[in-house]
């Protein structure tokens, strides 16, 4: 008897305390602080995030920032969470910030992603394969190069790039505008069969949209592997301490180029919502729930997994 008594006791003790440990975590933590730099892969992983967090009791809201505002804005504690760290393309900026203690990096949320310039199959195919092949060209591309929005990490690896006339490119201009600006010039240009060289990156439904090609030899600007990348999650100073269990969620995150691709689609070729769009991959795959979701709770102290299951009919 006293051995029941005794295990029944150890199991109340155990429920107040996790309880207890939950209550820890401040009302502020309710809201979710995340930023966007309007790229179309970060809009669908803040969707899927999006649905989480709502199911577990939280309130997500999403501030459109350049990615130089959103590393100050979680330099002071104005922005939560940022899922959108690609590195190593945002490696130049990223150090001064790492080195004053601007921020955290909770763990990489996408691995085996693209990120250099590319051309046009047609323009590979008249021998532009590397970025060493550019200047021999100059002409047909009109010494220039199209990137993102001003102050992107990409657009200054460029620029650094452009002002060491490497690879020969003395002369050469970066013009710079928004994803979907770029875009609709790299369309225009592709429907008349003439030469543009541009950023590109995977997860993007570009990859479909456009028969592309990836330059090789960009490595000191882009790294190794056609700028083989990895996107890592960033939260202000501490928050992981301050909101252990939406810190918790934000830890385990993690996506894959095929359902970033698939979500993107949805979005940008069929006008889907995104949030329509990240429901139905996280329907497709609810294993990724369990990950995500493991050892996190409610914001009523229960077991995630169950609450967001059922919001996505799951149950």
Sequence with gaps: MWKTRFSSMLTVLSVCASQSAFAAEAEACKLV????????????TNAAAGIVLAALGYEQRVAHLSVP?????LKKGQIDIFLGNWMPAQKPLMEAQLKDGAFDILHANLVNAKFTLAVPRYVAAAGVKSFKDLARFADKFDSKIYGIETGAPANQNIKTMLDAKSYGLAGWKLVESSEQSMLSQVARKVAAKEWIVFLAWEPHLMNSSFQLTYLDGGDAYFGPNYGGASVNTLARKSYRAQ??????????????????????NDVLAQKV??????????KLHPELLQAWL????TRGGEDGLPAVKQVLGLN
């Excluded at 505002?69 to 804005?73: A, D, E, L, M």
């Design 243 to 264: 909101c252990p269990n939406v810190g918790r969620l934000f830890s385990q995150l993690e996506f894959s180029v095929d359902m970033e691709n698939k979500i993107i």
């Design 294 to 297: 493991n050892g996190v709770k």
């Design 273 to 282: 919502d995104a949030k329509t769009a990240a429901a139905r991959q996280l």
């Design 33 to 44: 602080r995340m930023a966007d730099p309007g790229w179309s892969d970060i809009g669908a």
């Design 69 to 73: 505002i959103t590393f100050i804005g």
